[in-house]
Nanobody, 112 residues
Framework: QVQLAESGGGLVQAGGSLRLSCVVSGSADSIDHIDWYRRAPGKLREWLTITHSGGKVLYLDSVKGRFTISRDNAKNTVYLQMNNLTYEDKAVYYC??????WGQGTQVTVSS
């Protein structure tokens, strides 16, 4: 059974940066594609970005230029580098695997 585990969340001041990690385990295959989502308080879950094994990446327009997705296949890990964070980025961040498995989420809080 595939498991995904996010980490790297925390409290950061506005304008600061965080790097989230998503470790994929339990799969004999290499990572194909991984998505990052977030759910802000009182809002629906929002898709942010995806990385494909072939190298293609896509971003939600509102995070393009601030967020960067990357992967380390040797570590079965996908990263989300988030820069210039604002209060509106406060949310629980989740990664989702290619078969629809979700991690438990990691909380990101941005203080003004």
């Amino acid at each position: 059974q595939v498991q995904l585990a996010e980490s790297g969340g925390g409290l950061v001041q506005a304008g600061g940066s965080l790097r989230l990690s998503c470790v994929v385990s339990g799969s004999a295959d290499s990572i194909d594609h991984i998505d990052w989502y977030r759910r802000a308080p009182g809002k629906l879950r929002e898709w942010l970005t995806i990385t494909h094994s072939g190298g293609k990446v896509l971003y939600l327009d509102s995070v393009k230029g601030r967020f960067t997705i990357s992967r380390d296949n040797a570590k079965n890990t996908v990263y989300l580098q988030m820069n210039n964070l604002t209060y509106e980025d406060k949310a629980v961040y989740y990664c989702k695997g290619q078969d629809g498995d979700w991690g438990q989420g990691t909380q990101v809080t941005v203080s003004s």
